[in-house]
């Protein structure tokens, strides 16, 4: 096969649209559907086919790339599609749609002569945008050759977990990943907030331990949104972010696990949203520390 291939892309939010752009970059011939038309429009620029519909944007594809907000959003969107599906086409599922969806979306696979490669994505706007997404993919050995073109248009770097989709072992590493994420998050917005309830200047504590182990950089980038009032355009929505840590919190308890971490994350996530914080970027997360969502005065 040529490494050239027609990639449907459904999904062009944040994610969906970097990955469409940078497959039509590579030279690949690219078709895309999102719900909200107005959101793919713009991919009509890089060369991307704008379509109606899911069966529309599937139809005589190589490779169909989905990158949606949950798992019954995909198998919604893939049953809308099916007619237009052609048996022996390579799915790469790239949605973060958790633990429980994985057997709906292989039996779908199945259903309908798909190679399914469960394929999530480490990284957020930025790296969407450039290309240097990491790639944790699970699938047969025999189609890798199909799909490598694809993860390599969108990423930097693939990491290989196992043969077997159906097993979803990416989405697992995957939300083993995310945990640690929504953490880091999580406490970078306490620390702020408790910060400015103290009276204590953010700095001091970045001095404090500056170059140290309890340093990282994430945690000065997610801090620099707060400070800065970046909080838009999201590199990782609040309201994606909560989907995400609910999963989370579902995987563990299916597995004997209690995250008392991730649910509260999620729980602080959900608070701003409800404050009108859910298209922002997660690092909003701060304003949940506070009594109606507003910090005291300086």
Known sequence: MTDKLTVSVLGTGIMGAAMARNLARAG??????NRSRAKAEPLAADGAHIADTPEEAVR???VVLTMLHDGPAVLDVMRRAAPGLRAGAVWVQSTTAGTEAIGELTGFADAHGLVFF???VLGTRAPAEAGQLTVLAAGPGAARDTVTPVFDAVGAR???TGEDGSTGSATRLKLVANSWVLAATAATG???ALAKGLGVDPQDFFDLIDGGPLDMGYLH???ALVLEDRLSPASFAVSTAEKDARLIVRAGQRHGVRLDVAEAAADRLGRAGALGHGDEDMAAAYFASFEEGKPPSS
Not at 28 to 33: A, I, K, N, S, Y
């Open 28 to 33: 690949h011939g690219v078709r895309v559907w």
């Open 60 to 62: 005589g594809a190589d």
């Open 118 to 120: 469960d394929a999530p």
């Open 158 to 160: 693939t990491v290989w």
């Open 190 to 192: 306490e620390t702020l």
């Open 221 to 223: 980038a997610k801090a």
